[in-house]
């Protein structure tokens, strides 16, 4: 096979990789179950109904039973397949993406940690990896029984401001909100991260996050339950709060936690899009603590000074996100 041939092939057998990738970590919190959920209630809810489940005015009761039960009136009849899905899923996916890497590059290209590692000549401790796995797990839980029971919750006809026909409000809302819950999210991203590096927080909950000075794709959600859950939180809140279309909310969300994934991961990786940094920005947090604290732009960090600097230095006790000066330059 020729060059250009063979050249071809790698792009597209890592084209493939990354897809792959994409698809796995799109999966790891059990936001599969709210894609199929958004994209498909009607005809989920149209097979329901062939199951003796009557649909009516967008919500689903069933005729045989003589009053709501609580489930019913709550809107959460069978919750446990939602959870049960959502936790199970989101379980394989995540120890199957991180196992994936962790074998891939951790373990058979360990000596090899120059050409593809973020900080090539130090590793976490097996006691920090057991950490992140456990409490990774954890947040995982929390995480994925919340989605089932959102999922749950809207596919039985709750109410929420979501919507699923672009004509509803036109292509230029839809542009519009893609955009505006990108900058949404990032801004409600940094800002909590930076107050969460005020001296109390840190030390009382953030810390947490930080023993993971070489991250890996565990340390991505091992955090504070606390911390986890504000996260969380203001992201699920928005489409009881405001219009937004099924499309741009998931992407947004599944675009942050692919990123997030790569930014934890300790792999070289160098992202698509010109706004999103390389993951070694994350790492660098991670290595030096108080500095870059955006995390899909540097767009924040530029604008209140708070980039990491070659000639700064940086510390777990060096508070403020602008490091100190080396001694050099003093
Ligand atoms: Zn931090
Ligand atoms: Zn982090």
Known sequence: MGLIGEKLQDSISKFVFMVI?????????GEWVLVIVYMFRDQLQNLLAGQGIQVSGGSVHNVTGPSPTLLE????????????????????????????WHYY???????????????????????????????GSLNMMIGSVASGVIACFIMNGGSSKMYYNVSERGWGYFIFSLVAFF????????????????????????????????????????????E?????????????????????????????????LCDHSGINMEAIWPWQPHSRFHDNHHKHFHVNFGFNTYFFDW???????????????????RGKPTLKSE
């Not at 900058?183 to 947490?208: D, G």
């Not at 986890?228 to 992407?251: D, S």
């Open 73 to 100: 009136s709550l809107k959460l009849q069978n919750i446990h397949w939602f959870v049960l899905l959502a936790v199970s899923t989101s379980f394989i996916m995540y120890y199957g993406l991180a196992f994936g």
């Open 105 to 135: 590059y951790y373990v058979n290209r360990q000596h090899l940690a120059k050409e593809w590692k973020c900080q090539p000549d130090k590793f976490l401790t097996p006691e920090n990896e057991r950490h992140e796995i456990l409490l």
């Open 228 to 260: 986890f859950l504000m996260y969380q939180g203001y992201l699920a809140a928005t489409p009881f709060l405001v219009p937004i279309h099924a499309f741009p909310f998931l992407f947004v969300l599944l675009y942050s936690y692919y990123y997030g």
């Open 183 to 226: 900058v949404y999210n990032e801004t409600m991203a940094y800002y909590l991260h930076r107050l969460f590096h005020n001296p109390w927080l840190y030390r009382n909950i953030h810390k947490m996050h930080h023993r993971y000075h070489q991250p890996t794709a565990w340390s991505a959600v091992a955090m504070h339950p606390a």
């Open 21 to 29: 990738i994409f698809f796995l970590a799109t999966a790891t919190r």
């Open 303 to 321: 604008f209140h000074d708070t980039l990491r600097k070659e000639n700064r230095v940086y510390g777990e006790e060096v508070y403020g996100g």
